[in-house]
């Protein structure tokens, strides 16, 4: 039950293409979600979170979608660049415990130019 | 001007040596982590540390000790080093607001090697 799947474990996509990667909880209490890149050789950095009263959230080319009911989360990375490539972490917790976050296995993404 | 630093970078050691690992975050955040990211690239939290007060204690071999001497300072000590200790271990740390804690600041991690 505090298991974040994953999905997929690697991705490859053109220049200018959608990247979609895909998240599952099972734990209702999880009510923080948020996402990290990760570029070789360096720690994880926060891209983009959202909280469950809403059910979209956009920052520039990164957008969350939630679906509450389903218990599922994705992240899409619009016009995907070279630079975008990197591996990508869901995570999730509950509001109280943010700091303790239980990470998805990672996808590693790779935009091709 | 490094928010969070680790040293060693690298750790190259023998099983059953024991080692530390020194984490500082100058971003005056109140709380610190250690996560363990294995060779699959999977992020686990090991330790946090709330102003000195450990506040969470993963299932972590107790081999595996925390010291905060302030709440600036997360140094992670490792006794009886074992081949399944080979991993990247990142300090983090965040600032509590609205009940919980925010944004998780990641170091650059610190590869341990065990031969």
């Known amino acids: 039950q505090q298991q974040v799947k994953q999905s997929p474990q690697s991705l490859i996509v053109q220049k200018g293409g959608i990247s979609i990667i895909n998240c599952a909880y099972e734990n209702t209490a999880f009510d923080y979600f948020p996402w990290y890149q990760q570029f070789p050789g360096k720690g994880p950095a926060l891209l983009i979170a959202?909280?469950?009263?809403?059910s979209e959230k956009k920052e520039g080319r990164f957008t969350i979608s939630f679906n509450k009911s389903a218990k599922q989360f994705s992240l899409h990375i619009m016009d995907s660049q070279p630079g975008d490539s990197a591996t990508y972490f869901c995570a999730a917790s509950p509001w109280g415990s943010q700091g303790n976050l239980i990470f998805g296995k990672g996808t590693k993404l790779s935009v091709k130019p | 001007d490094t928010a969070v630093s680790q040293t060693p970078k690298y750790l190259v050691t023998q099983m059953g040596n024991d080692k530390s690992i020194k984490c500082e975050q100058n971003l005056g955040h109140d709380t610190m982590y250690w996560y363990k990211q294995d060779s699959k690239k999977f992020l686990k939290i090991m330790f946090s540390y709330n102003n000195k007060e450990l506040i969470i204690n993963e299932t972590v071999p107790n081999r595996f000790s925390p010291k905060s001497p302030d709440k600036a300072h997360l140094n992670l000590h490792i006794n009886s080093l074992e081949l399944g200790d080979s991993a990247v271990y990142f300090c983090a740390s965040s600032q509590l607001a609205g009940g919980g804690a925010g944004e998780l600041f990641f170091g650059e991690g610190s590869r341990l090697t065990v031969l």
């Open positions: 959202i909280r469950p009263d809403v």
